[in-house]
């Protein structure tokens, strides 16, 4: 399993805008689908975004659609997900994870996935 660290989280107001990392190490970023996934305060572990291996194909949880973009740099080994227009109710602990390319299970599915980083708090303020 790869290991995953995410960075960029932080307090900002309404409106503004974030761009979370997550690096990719002890493996090839190019060997996996990536998602990332948040967490609220007392709520299940959510479905942001995904981008296939190649970062041909993405797909986008109904609420962030055009205000997220995930963008994968596997030269670099590290994925983005770069957040604008930012919300109250986007508040919580954002996760990056991986799994084997073309695993033919749905995207959404948290339990699909084999690595996954410590997350990083992101607080948006009204």
């Known amino acids: 399993q790869v290991q995953l660290a995410e960075s960029g989280g932080g307090l900002v107001q309404a409106g503004g805008s974030l761009r979370l990392s997550c690096a990719v190490s002890?493996?090839?970023?190019?060997?996996?689908?990536m998602a990332w996934f948040r967490q609220a305060p007392g709520k299940e572990r959510e479905f942001v975004a995904f981008a296939f291996w190649s970062g041909g194909g993405t797909n986008y949880e109904d609420s962030v659609t055009g205000r997220f973009t995930i963008s994968r740099d596997n030269i670099g080994n590290t994925m983005y997900l770069q957040m604008n227009s930012l919300k109250p109710e986007d508040t919580a602990v954002y996760y990056c994870a991986a799994r084997t390319r073309w695993l033919r299970v749905d995207v959404r599915d948290r339990n699909s996935y084999e690595s996954w980083g410590p997350g990083t708090q992101v607080t948006v303020s009204s």
């Open positions: 002890g493996g090839t970023a190019s060997t996996y689908d």
